[in-house]
């Protein structure tokens, strides 16, 4: 099949073998920062015991363990503001840095400083000691690390085209988020055995024989976070040595107050002419946020619901990014064929369907098991199948502001999952309850999506 004029135009000057590989391997190295940082090792960390007065933790009395459980909830609360101040952050100055980038040809420039940022970032969650006074310094540099990260997927994203021919889109897309879900199996396996794991030590100072001193400063946490921010720095190489930066678009002055003008009046012209991307970028805000609170709550409902501990919650995140990877994998050749908002409907009903299971399942850990890989299945293709939507729908060269409303609509939306969760777990009494607050926005989400329009006909 030949490619499209434009296409062509916009297809890196080496071959699409190579680009592909070096641009899905920066998708491969940021699993350092989903899988490691956010999702199930440090953020977990900060919201730990590791965190609690010591004294209050020795006490084994009703209200020891009352003040515990207020203390905790503090920890938690520290993570969650700071997560939404970095969602503001990054709503605020996303769609002018995608602008910026596509009008000056620095789109690949953005994206190495962004990843700079959170490889820095990471590296210095390694001095973020097990003490009180450090928890603010996490919380900042999680924070700070968020920012970045979402200010490198806009660039990044809107580089797609430059590596896949449009009738390649959706394979291509696919293959990145696989690539990402197995480079986060191979890092948690990594991390399971050098750090967490215990093996009859005390995690990595167990097998290193350090001091039981050194063992009480979560040397297993801190050591494995360094070697996350090794894995995304090494990773992210290939893409700023191999892939051509995109043309500039000479347009505006270039400055970030013009690129704020210019935005305005292109979400009105979309308003205007293209009202159908504007439904879309609604509706992806809306079920992208339920599908990463699967990813925020998942650890914490395996832990307090099934009752799994620490290395069990990352064996099962290994599994089910072994299913998730080669689930999206195989998504790419349906997403070409039957389109992308095909594959993003039957997504979004297959995890309302298991996620409702899970809710059902009481506390049987065989269910969890199979109801919690089914649901991974489905993670992956919706949001690569997005993601292809979108680059479909992009004007060519304009890519990076377009993705820069994508990051900013879906950021504007990630109190829905969050507060519907803590609501349904208030009024159920139990952990279990978010589980509905998730499906509700899952639910939401789909019903969006069916208003909005086949990328075939939403061409036209």
């Given at each position: 099949m030949t490619a499209s004029p434009t296409a062509a135009a916009a297809a890196p000057q080496r071959t699409d073998r190579r680009a592909l590989v070096s641009w899905a391997l920066w998708d491969w190295?940021?699993?350092?920062?989903?899988?490691v940082v956010t999702?199930?090792?440090?953020?977990?960390?900060?919201?730990?015991?590791?965190f609690v007065d010591p004294t209050l933790v020795a006490d084994t009395s009703a209200?020891?363990?009352?003040?515990?459980?207020?203390?905790?909830?503090?920890?938690?609360?520290?993570?969650?503001?700071?997560?939404?101040?970095?969602?503001?952050?990054?709503?605020?100055?996303?769609?002018?840095?995608?602008?910026?980038?596509?009008?000056?040809?620095?789109?690949?420039?953005?994206?190495?400083?962004?990843?700079?940022?959170?490889t820095l970032s990471i590296a210095g969650m390694v001095f973020v000691a097990p003490s009180q006074p450090f928890l603010l310094l996490g919380a900042a540099l999680l924070g700070i690390g968020t920012i970045a990260y979402e200010i490198a997927c806009v660039g990044y994203n809107?580089?797609?085209?430059?590596?896949?021919?449009?009738?390649?889109?959706?394979?291509?897309?696919?293959?990145?988020?696989?690539?990402g879900y197995f480079g986060g199996i191979v890092l948690l396996v990594v991390l399971l055995v050098l750090c967490i794991q215990d093996f009859g030590g005390d995690g990595v100072a167990g097998l290193l024989r350090l001091p039981a001193t050194v063992a009480t400063g979560q040397w297993d946490v801190r050591v494995a976070i360094g070697i996350a921010a090794v894995w995304l720095a090494v990773s992210s190489v290939p893409l700023f040595l191999t892939v051509p930066e995109a043309a500039p678009i000479r347009t505006g002055r270039g400055t970030v107050l013009s690129a704020y003008a210019d935005l305005g009046r292109d979400i009105a012209r979309l308003w205007r002419e293209r009202r159908n991307v504007l439904a879309f970028l609604l509706a992806s805000a809306v079920f992208r946020d339920g599908v990463g609170a699967v990813f925020t709550f998942g650890g914490i409902i395996a832990a307090q619901v099934f009752g799994f501990s620490a290395s069990q919650v990352i064996l099962f995140a290994i599994a089910a990014n072994v299913v998730a990877g080669v689930a999206t994998f195989a998504s790419g050749r349906l997403d070409d064929r039957f389109g992308s908002?095909?594959?993003?409907?039957?997504?979004?009903?297959?995890?309302?369907?298991?996620?409702?299971?899970?809710f059902l399942a009481g506390t049987a850990t065989e269910w969890f098991w199979v109801l919690g890989l089914t649901l991974a299945i489905f993670v992956g293709p919706v949001q690569a199948s997005s993601r292809a939507y979108l680059a479909r729908l992009a004007t060519p060269g304009r890519e990076g502001e377009l993705f820069g409303l994508y990051a900013t609509t879906g950021r504007a939306a990630t109190f829905l999952a969050p507060a519907l969760f803590g609501l349904a777990v208030t009024i159920g009494g139990s952990t279990r309850y978010g589980i509905i607050g998730v499906v509700v926005v899952l639910v939401a989400g789909l019903v969006l999506m069916a208003f909005v329009k086949p990328e075939g006909r939403a061409l036209r």
């Open positions: 190295g940021s699993a350092a920062f989903n899988a999702t199930f090792v440090f953020s977990t960390y900060l919201a730990s015991r590791a209200a020891g363990r009352a003040a515990v459980d207020r203390e905790l909830a503090h920890n938690a609360a520290v993570v969650s503001t700071t997560l939404a101040i970095a969602g503001i952050v990054v709503a605020l100055i996303a769609p002018a840095i995608g602008r910026l980038a596509d009008s000056t040809g620095h789109r690949k420039r953005s994206v190495l400083i962004a990843t700079i940022g959170v809107a580089m797609l085209g430059q590596v896949a021919p449009g009738e390649r889109t959706g394979r291509v897309s696919a293959i990145g988020w696989a690539a908002r095909a594959l993003i409907l039957v997504s979004l009903v297959g995890l309302s369907v298991c996620g409702i299971g899970v």
